[in-house]
């Protein structure tokens, strides 16, 4: 059994004042209470950082154009070296049950679980496409993923969120740590790692938050984009479990079939959308011939571009 002592949380944070009120009254409300809560907030403009340190967490202090997802979150991780689990969230993630935090931390009970995950629901009031999204990756039935699960799972064996996730200090140290320089899917590269090392990663459909976006086309085209991105950065992950091409088929059939039944008048709409993500996962492939001013403008994470100028 993990002692909550021995767990860590972490939540970055940007101009998140406006949301941290539901977060931090999911968390006081947890049957388990992590021995430190850390936030690592991107030099917010609001009261993101009076905020955290009323509700009793320790703040440490970034310049907005530092943040890294990955460098970022491996600097938590040294921040917070007396704790053998250390768990993520995001700022626009909130606690669903009194024990998703409990529940998510005795994946660990598994000494061959490397790093595991929770399940995430729609927001309230969220619409079709929007739901479907988080019901097609985050399905009711829990798994413990491992390298024996290649050859079914692929590429979404190392499927993972840092939106609420929990990682073993052990298995973490031992693939390298969260990358620095990468767009997006720091998650997805150390949890590659792990299944490759033989570590398994563990999804906890009990473990719940409330967590989804309403992106319009051109944030999705983005998003995707930046996707394309570190597919072709980290080859390696498509090489070692799969392409993504068969499970966008997966999800193209799924999202129809969904929304036949609880939205038909939203399939135009989710068609376009599917063409615009495709279009913009070819592009983000395509990236290293493209300019850089046109990188920034097609990327959701103009950031990154500005802080590795490639």
Known sequence: ????????????????????????????????????????????????????????????KLSANSFDHGGTRQMAVGLLLDSEILVFLTQDAILEVEQSLATLVACFAD??????YGRQLPKPGAGPVEAHARFFNYPEQSRVKG???????????????????????????????????????????????????????AYCAEAKVYHSH???????????????????????????????????????????SYLLHYGPQHIPSALFRLLLKYVAYILGGLEGYLPFIIKCNLSMNRGFWMINKT
Request: one cysteine or more.
């Open 1 to 60: 059994m993990i002692k909550a002592a021995k767990v860590a949380l972490c939540i970055p944070t940007l101009n998140a004042e406006r949301m941290l009120p539901a977060l931090v009254t999911s968390l006081h409300q947890q049957s388990m209470s992590p021995g430190d809560v850390l936030v690592i907030d991107s030099n917010s403009h609001d009261g993101t950082v009076n905020w955290a340190l009323r509700a009793g967490m320790r703040v440490h």
């Open 111 to 116: 000494s061959t679980v490397g790093a595991a």
């Open 147 to 201: 390298l024996a699960d290649v050859p079914e799972l692929g590429i979404k064996t190392a499927f993972i969120s840092n939106s609420f996730a929990a990682y073993r200090r052990t298995a973490l140290e031992q693939v390298g740590g969260f990358p620095s320089k990468t767009i997006l899917g720091e998650d997805t590269c150390v949890a590659a790692r792990m299944i490759l090392s033989g570590w398994k990663v």
């Open 214 to 256: 309403s992106y319009r086309f051109i944030e999705e085209f983005r998003r995707y984009f930046d996707i394309g991105v570190l597919h072709s950065r980290e080859r390696w992950i498509l090489t070692e479990l799969g392409k993504a091409e068969g499970e966008g088929m997966r999800f193209v059939r799924s999202e129809l």
